[in-house]
């Protein structure tokens, strides 16, 4: 039975690797990673395929290396139950007893973790409350929505109280109260001292959580440190914006005057106005009172560059020169 009082070192880095690899025949899915990651919340950023998946179950001890090693707590994690316990995972994936109801499901994954049946059902009720899910905590996981789903693997991640949480794209599907609360969640773990890794492809979503992150890319690490540094990176190449309104030409003839904006042009298929502008802050901070002293009703604002993508894009040129 597992001890509710049971830690691990303090002494120890959380999570550490040194010339980590993995691969899988000739693909590739973590090269040559060296990282160190200790307390708070670090954001994980990276496209699909870019290994991000791959090293959290390394982290997580559900792969084994191919070269190199990993450490949490100084410890291996595969294959290795000791560390399991420390360990909280909230994976991309679905994989639940559709049958069971939230309660339930938690309840089983507890006991079978090692629990007495009291300890589990008393963890089970302080998650599913800790993530909004008590009210539908008799109701069937194959009645859930995507987002309830979501709150549910995160529950069962958190629901033993571990010292590291991996948190894989934990906000897809996720209405926009769901998501408030979900980062506030993830920033309070942080504020508690916890190891908290999340992953995600979208730069604002990982700001919301944290200052500090790791940008990785086919199976590299091109950057890591504080966002706002990343953020400079990015503000040194112009940014896209695309805009939809009731007055589009007059808008554009607008901000064609101001010297940040780099070019304005009139999407003919969507009508949307694409801007590229150098001084993305000081565009977004001007754009209200454009829009509001000219009367302009705006249907959609989005920035194809304010994502990951746009991160890597730039930072991958930069690697080739």
């Known amino acids: 039975m597992i001890s509710e009082n049971a830690t691990m070192s303090p002494s120890e880095t959380p999570i550490e690797g040194v010339d980590l690899s993995k691969w899988y025949g000739e693909v590739i899915g973590v090269n040559k990673i060296t990282l160190s990651i200790g307390p708070g919340v670090t954001g994980l950023l990276g496209p699909n395929g870019a290994g991000k998946t791959t090293l959290l179950n390394l982290i997580t001890g559900q792969l084994r290396p191919s070269q190199g ?9 595969w294959g290795n139950s000791s560390v399991h316990r420390f360990l909280g995972y909230c994976p991309d994936i679905d994989s639940f007893y559709r049958g069971m109801n939230g309660f339930e499901f938690l309840r089983a994954m507890l006991c079978l973790s090692g629990f007495s049946g009291g300890a589990a059902r008393k963890r089970s009720i302080a998650a599913l409350e800790t993530v909004g899910l008590t ?20 529950a069962q991640s958190i629901a ?59 199976g590299k690490i091109l950057a890591e440190g504080n966002v706002h540094e990343v953020r400079e990176l990015l503000d040194q190449f112009p940014r896209k914006v695309l805009i939809a309104c009731d007055k589009p030409r007059q808008l554009s003839a607008k901000l064609i005057e101001c010297e940040d904006v780099v070019s304005v042009r009139l999407e003919k298929e969507s009508q949307e106005l694409l801007i590229e502008t150098i001084k993305p802050d000081v565009f977004f901070d001007r754009l209200p009172d454009v829009i509001l002293s000219n009367k302009i009703e705006v249907e959609s604002l989005t920035s194809p560059d304010d994502n ?10 930069e690697k080739r020169r």
């Open 160 to 218: 033993h109280d571990p010292e590291i949480i991996v948190l894989d794209e934990p906000l897809n599907g996720m209405d926009p109260l769901g998501r408030k609360q979900t980062i506030d969640l993830i920033r309070d773990f942080g504020r508690q001292g916890k190891t908290v890794v999340v992953s995600s492809h979208i730069l604002h979503e990982i700001e919301a959580m944290t200052n500090t992150i790791v940008v990785m890319n086919n």
């Open 135 to 154: 009210e539908q905590a008799k109701k069937k996981i194959g009645a859930y929505s995507k987002g309830m789903r979501q709150r549910l693997k995160l």
């Open 69 to 77: 090693r990993i450490g949490v707590f100084g410890k291996n994690p």
């Open 308 to 317: 990951v993508e746009a991160v890597f894009k730039y930072l991958v040129e």
